[in-house]
T-cell receptor
Framework: DAGVTQSPTHLIKTRGQQVTLRCSPK?????VSWYQQALGQGPQFIFQ???????QRGNFPDRFSGHQFPNYSSELNVNALLLGDSALYLC??????????????FGPGTRLTVL | AQRVTQPEKLLSVFKGAPVELKCNYS??????LFWYVQYSRQRLQLLLR??SRESIKGFTADLNKGETSFHLKKPFAQEEDSAMYYC????????????FGPGTRLSVLP
């Protein structure tokens, strides 16, 4: 099991563009959470997907949206990119119904740079 | 609101010395607390969680609800413990956010 995988590894975009990041959860997991980690800070919760629906959302604007597919993989979309969106985006997967408090397994992250 | 603070950005100790990484939280209910670790060039991984009451790699952490703290301790630091450590909190209600602290970089000197 490769664990949680994310693609791409690195991405460079310009302001105003849109970006899509992808995540495949660990085998057997059905819940995916996304985090933004700015340089020198801890991860900040963006949202969580379970059963193809957004289950919980952190304090992020609507420019941040997501999707979960029937195979449990997930996408994070960010529209109208700002310089401040430059960060490492982490995906974490978990299982069981009360997934938010369960052990989360993290992917390696996607480094997004907005110029 | 949920909040996790880690007052030290960097903690340097010598090999064999005791280590204590501080974590304080604010939450009105009964939280679940975690310590995550990130070694150089590796992904973030769970070190321990308070409900398990385990000792992992010699580390322990006790939840002190009176002081709202969850400090991470190890009696004798090893060089391989050098890493970034994050304290995290999850609320006891369905769908609560998972909140991370800013992290402490532990450097164990030879």
């Amino acid at each position: 099991d490769a664990g949680v995988t994310q693609s791409p590894t690195h991405l460079i975009k310009t302001r105003g563009q849109q970006v899509t990041l992808r995540c495949s959860p660990k085998s057997g997991h059905d819940t995916v959470s996304w985090y933004q980690q700015a340089l020198g800070q801890g991860p900040q919760f963006i949202f969580q997907y379970y059963e193809e629906e957004e289950r919980q959302r952190g304090n992020f604007p609507d420019r941040f949206s997501g999707h979960q597919f029937p195979n449990y993989s997930s996408e994070l979309n960010v529209n109208a990119l700002l310089l401040g969106d430059s960060a490492l985006y982490l995906c974490a997967s978990s299982s069981v119904s009360r997934a938010l408090a369960d052990t989360q397994y993290f992917g390696p992250g996607t480094r997004l740079t907005v110029l | 609101a949920q909040r996790v603070t880690q007052p030290e950005k960097l903690l340097s100790v010598f090999k064999g010395a005791p280590v204590e990484l501080k974590c304080n939280y604010s939450y009105s209910g009964s939280p679940e607390l975690f310590w995550y670790v990130q070694y150089s060039r590796q992904r973030l991984q769970l070190l321990l969680r308070h409900i398990s009451r385990e000792s992992i790699k010699g580390f322990t952490a006790d939840l002190n609800k009176g002081e709202t703290s969850f400090h991470l301790k190890k009696p004798f630091a090893q060089e391989e413990d050098s890493a970034m450590y994050y304290c995290a909190l999850s609320g006891d209600n369905y769908g609560q956010n998972f909140v991370f602290g800013p992290g402490t970089r532990l450097s164990v000197l030879p």
